[in-house]
């Protein structure tokens, strides 16, 4: 099994800047892409990153290009959304997930993530 425990979450401005992390428990963290995705009440939830389990491979929602960067320390299990020039609209709350690659590429579906976190409020003002 895999636990995963996001923080960092909370009240910004917009253009203000945030970092999420996310720890991960359990199972080898380094063979695992993980991911963020987010979901505001009422809509789907939305991709917005993720990376390989070796790093260096990033794959973003055209949404968060050149705003977001996702990152991991596989020596702290530990994952990370840094996120800047925040807009009213990135107010979601945003879930960190462990899942798989598909036919050797990362995936912005989340039915390709096996494993969630609780989520963290993230909201904007305008």
């Known amino acids: 099994q895999v636990q995963l425990v996001e923080s960092g979450g909370g009240l910004v401005q917009a253009g203000g800047s945030l970092r999420l992390s996310c720890a991960a428990s359990?199972?080898?963290?380094?063979?695992?892409?993980v991911g963020w995705f987010r979901q505001d009440p009422g809509k789907e939830r939305e991709f917005v990153a993720a990376?390989?389990?070796?790093?260096?491979?990033?794959l973003y929602a055209d949404s968060a290009k050149g705003r977001f960067t996702i990152s991991r320390d596989n020596a702290k299990k530990t994952m990370y959304l840094q996120m800047n020039s925040l807009k009213p609209e990135d107010t979601a709350v945003y879930y960190c997930?462990?899942?798989?690659?598909?036919?050797?590429?990362?995936?912005?579906?989340?039915?390709?993530?096996?494993?969630w976190g609780q989520g963290t409020q993230v909201t904007v003002s305008s």
């Open positions: 997930a462990l899942g798989r690659m598909v036919a050797g590429f990362l995936s912005p579906d989340s039915y390709n993530y096996d494993y």
């Open positions: 359990g199972r080898s963290f380094s063979s695992y892409p």
């Open positions: 990376i390989r389990g070796s790093g260096g491979i990033t």
